[in-house]
T-cell receptor, first 113, second 114 residues
Framework: DAKTTQPPSMDCAEGRAANLPCNHSTISGNEYVYWYRQIHSQGPQYIIHGLKNNETNEMASLIITEDRKSSTLILPHATLRDTAVYYC??????????????FGKGTKLSVIP | DAGVIQSPRHEVTEMGQEVTLRCKPISGHNSLFWYRQTMMRGLELLIYFNNNVPIDDSGMPEDRFSAKMPNASFSTLKIQPSEPRDSAVYFCASMMDRSSYEQYFGPGTRLTVT
């Protein structure tokens, strides 16, 4: 799976949009971008995934650049409960190892009141 | 649905003792994963099962670790003998099937080996 690079930490004011960047310059054509988050002392939680197009669900939006070398997770109105470590993961959809998620160090997002 | 269930939530044991961690995946899910998380190494995949069969155990640290999945609703991760460096949070996760995108994680078991 392609390697990802994320900033180690970010702050965001409560109520504002949180934009979390991820670089995945070696991503290949069949690899999806996944985002998970881990709130302190809990197991990781799936947020969203995408291949080429931008995606939105009830939790967040995912913006993938046209060349697919980077993406941004957007939490439109951050709340204190969004304080967590956010992981960007690139994973092939099929083939050997397609089940596996390789977690990096992620970005620690702190939402400030 | 109760989600992925892990037990115990906390375990404190002495070096050399056997430790067994338990996991009940979400009903209907046919893939199960064991992860370990430490400050130094982050979140690492130890082993995963598909339809109760171990598919990849390359992440298992050494022979002291073993995992079983005797049926679709239960899995164990055993450490024998335990060592202080095994202290970590162990997570179990399950996934519906090969076409799924989402792994569902349990609350974890915090293991402390003294």
């Amino acid at each position: 799976d392609a390697k990802t690079t994320q900033p180690p930490s970010m702050d965001c004011a409560e109520g504002r949009a949180a934009n979390l960047p991820c670089n995945h310059s070696t991503i290949s054509g069949n690899e999806y971008v996944y985002w998970y988050r881990q709130i302190h002392s809990q197991g990781p939680q799936y947020i969203i995934h995408g291949l080429k197009n931008n995606e939105t669900n009830e939790m967040a939006s995912l913006i993938i650049t046209e060349d697919r070398k980077s993406s941004t997770l957007i939490l439109p109105h951050a709340t204190l409960r969004d304080t967590a470590v956010y992981y960007c993961i690139v994973r092939a959809y099929s083939g050997a190892g397609s089940y596996q998620l390789t977690f990096g160090k992620g970005t620690k997002l702190s939402v400030i009141p | 649905d109760a989600g992925v269930i892990q037990s115990p939530r906390h375990e404190v044991t002495e070096m050399g003792q056997e430790v067994t961690l338990r996991c009940k995946p979400i009903s209907g899910h046919n893939s199960l994963f064991w992860y370990r998380q430490t400050m130094m190494r982050g979140l690492e995949l130890l082993i995963y099962f598909n339809n109760n069969v171990p598919i990849d155990d390359s992440g298992m640290p050494e022979d002291r670790f073993s995992a079983k999945m005797p049926n679709a609703s239960f899995s164990t991760l055993k450490i024998q003998p335990s060592e202080p460096r095994d202290s970590a949070v162990y997570f179990c996760a399950s996934m519906m099937d090969r076409s799924s995108y989402e792994q569902y994680f349990g609350p974890g078991t915090r293991l402390t080996v003294t």
